[in-house]
């Protein structure tokens, strides 16, 4: 027990102990998820002993909060020093844009984020990244094109984008929908503005997704023809 303390304490001295540990799991987080950064794990990736991480973040929790406001900082840091468009619609849908690749691009920490509505722990990366997003809706607000409340356009916003994030992180990476994104986008828009913008050939696409509700209701086609009118019809309706 003694020999292992003051191997921890050795690890705890070097100076580049915490930043490896930081890396290590969120590393580990990237490639296997929230589940694959075990203590054990993160101490062998970052070839320190498992008590140095507890001496340094307290438990498992306290490294996930450090290395969520690791990733965050940077992210949050690029949001706020991007030149704001001059249009703040358009700056909203930029920002949505960012907020979408952000998560698709970090999904193990998007999923811990997202997994608990009342966290014991809070970010102020996390804080930082919704006053990015008020100050988007407040200026949509100034400009006298929001026709919500603040908080409920800002309520809005945080649900439809994290679930639009989430379902797209369910479906296989290959096969994501990210029309799925933009559509979400657009339909926020419609709910705290007047300004939505109207799908080209709507009407087209209406018919198409009228003929492929009805698609079973058809016997002259074979069942390999239906499958292929059904994906074509598909992608006639979701087409943006």
């Keep these: ?91 909203f849908r930029d920002g949505w844009d960012t907020h979408v690749a952000f998560g698709l691009s970090h999904p193990g920490l998007f999923a811990i984020m997202s997994s608990d509505p009342h966290p014991a722990w809070q970010s102020p990366a996390v804080s930082d990244g919704k006053d990015v997003l008020r100050r988007r809706i407040r200026n949509i607000a100034l400009a006298g094109r929001l026709r919500v409340s603040e908080e409920r356009a800002l309520g809005l916003v945080s649900a439809m984008g994290t ?40 009407d087209v696409r209406a018919k198409a997704a009228a003929l492929r509700a009805s698609i079973d209701q058809i016997t002259v086609l074979t069942k390999g023809e239906s499958l292929l009118l059904s994906e074509l019809l598909d992608r006639i309706a979701d087409a943006g």
């Design 163 to 202: 679930g639009a994030v989430l379902t797209l992180l369910r479906q296989p990476e290959g096969q994501r929908d990210l029309g799925l994104a933009d559509a979400a986008r657009e339909a926020v828009v419609a709910a705290i503005t007047s300004e939505a913008v109207t799908p080209e050939n709507a």
């Design 1 to 91: 027990m003694e020999d292992r303390e003051k191997s921890a304490a050795q690890d705890a001295e070097g100076p580049d102990v915490r930043a490896r540990i930081i890396a290590a799991a969120a590393e580990l987080i990237s490639s296997g998820g929230p589940d694959a950064a075990t203590t054990r794990a993160v101490a062998a990736a970052a070839g320190v002993q498992a008590p140095t991480i507890y001496r340094l973040f307290g438990d498992k929790r306290g490294l996930l909060t450090v290395v969520i406001e690791h990733v965050l900082n940077s992210y949050v840091s690029e949001k706020s020093a991007r030149t704001p468009h001059p249009d703040p619609l358009q700056d």
